[in-house]
Structure formats: structure tokens, C-alpha cells
């Protein structure tokens, strides 16, 4: 199916769901994340109308965007090695793996912008998730203060891979909790609006707790 086809179910998905929970469809950012596709996908995507595009591996990243370049916003959703950044950091809209000090500290030091970066965590406590344990979120968000070239806009986490719905839904919900509880620290470097949370499988929960950015992938450009 064409990922013109794919993308009118999805939003049509978006906007049935948050009806369901009175939210603002408008409010829900979907990302195709192209990482398993060529990049003439990556186009048939952008063509389809998508603005904001997600890679996890930098190499892939760096070849997708020099063929696409500013045609799309690049969101940089897997683990990035500090070797790493300063390859790919002034070409990315948003980082959603920030999950250690080292990173940041690369990261502040590799730009002259501001990232907006969600931090990343581990809400399901699987050993093969990758994220910051949840107790720990709160100072490490406070000693990033002194990075100038961070923002925190967010937190980002995946729920596990069961089909049980309501371990999927407590992860997203406690991811929400935890956004709230930063939130009112009140920081002006972690205003922490956003949630990043929701794939494929499992983005209609994430919308329905509460979710603002949304990865999906092979519901929207497929795998090759």
C-alpha cells in the first residue's frame, strides 16, 4: 500500500482516538520513521504530505539526509553514540534519546543552537530497553542546567512489546506522571511539555494517555 494510503488511515486513526478522549488531534505530531526504508520511500513519505521523519542510526541518518536534506524535519529517535554527534547534531529538528550526561555534554558542546531533546526512559524496566531508570529523571533533567545548547522539551519512552494493553498502558501513563512532576519544577531549560511515546502497535494507547509525538514505521512507510 502507498504511504499516501497508509497516512490517511493513520490520521484518520488520530483523529478517531482523541475524539474518544477529547483531545485536539492537532495536538499529536506523527513521525514516519524511515530507518528500515530506502530513500525513495523516505520521499514517497515526504510527497505523501509528512513533514517530520525519524532515523536511529546516524550513518543511515547522514545518507538519508544528504539525498533529502531540509525537505524534512529529522528527528534522531535511537541511541546516539557521543562520537557520533557532531555528525549529525546541526541537521536534526529534535534529539529523543538523551538518557546520560556524556551525551549531553557532547551535545552542548558540539552546536551553537538550541536543541529541544527529549530525555529517555526506561518506563517498562525490560534490561533490553535503553532509558534512564524513572527515579533517577528528576536530577539528572536538574544538573543539565548548565548546558545552555539543551532544552528539554520532553520525555520519551517504549512501552513493551506484549499484548497485554495494560502493562502498554501503564508504561505510557507513568511516562505522563513522571512529565508532570517535572513539570512543576518549573525549570526554564526543561519546560517538559511533550510526550514521546507511541509506535506502530501501539500508538492509539499512547494518544489516549496522553502522548504528543508519535514514531511509526511500518504502518506508515513499511519495511524493505
Not at 511539555?193 to 501501539?202: A, T
Request: with cysteine.
Amino acid at each position: 500500500m502507498s504511504v499516501k494510503q497508509n497516512y490517511k488511515t493513520i490520521k484518520q486513526d488520530i483523529v478517531d482516538t482523541c475524539r474518544r478522549v477529547g483531545r485536539d488531534p492537532d495536538e499529536v505530531t506523527t513521525i514516519a520513521v524511515t530507518k528500515y526504508v530506502t530513500i525513495d520511500r523516505a520521499n514517497e513519505a515526504i510527497n505523501a504530505g509528512i513533514t517530520e521523519l525519524g532515523e536511529n542510526r546516524s550513518d543511515e541518518f547522514l545518507n538519508k539526509y544528504q539525498a533529502i536534506g531540509q525537505a524534512a524535519n529529522w528527528h534522531f529517535i535511537g541511541t546516539l553514540q557521543s562520537r557520533k554527534v557532531k555528525d549529525v547534531i546541526d541537521n536534526v529538528t529534535m534529539v529523543h534519546s538523551l538518557d546520560r550526561h556524556s551525551l549531553a555534554k557532547e551535545i552542548n558542546k558540539r552546536t551553537n543552537r538550541t536543541i529541544p531533546c527529549f530525555v529517555q526512559v526506561n518506563t517498562s524496566g525490560e534490561d533490553s530497553k535503553h532509558g534512564l531508570e524513572p527515579e533517577e529523571v528528576k536530577l539528572f533533567i536538574e544538573q543539565l542546567s548548565s548546558y545552555s545548547n539543551i532544552k528539554v522539551v520532553g520525555l520519551m519512552t517504549m512501552a513493551p512489546l506484549v499484548e497485554d494493553e495494560s502493562m502498554i498502558r501503564k508504561s505510557f501513563r507513568s511516562l505522563k506522571e513522571l512529565r508532570d512532576d517535572i513539570q512543576q519544577l518549573n525549570l526554564s531549560f526543561a519546560p517538559c511539555q511533550h510526550l514521546s511515546m507511541g509506535m506502530s502497535h501501539d500508538f492509539q494507547i499512547a494518544i489516549e494517555e496522553g502522548a504528543t509525538h508519535i514514531r511509526i514505521g511500518s504502518k506508515l512507510v513499511g519495511q524493505d
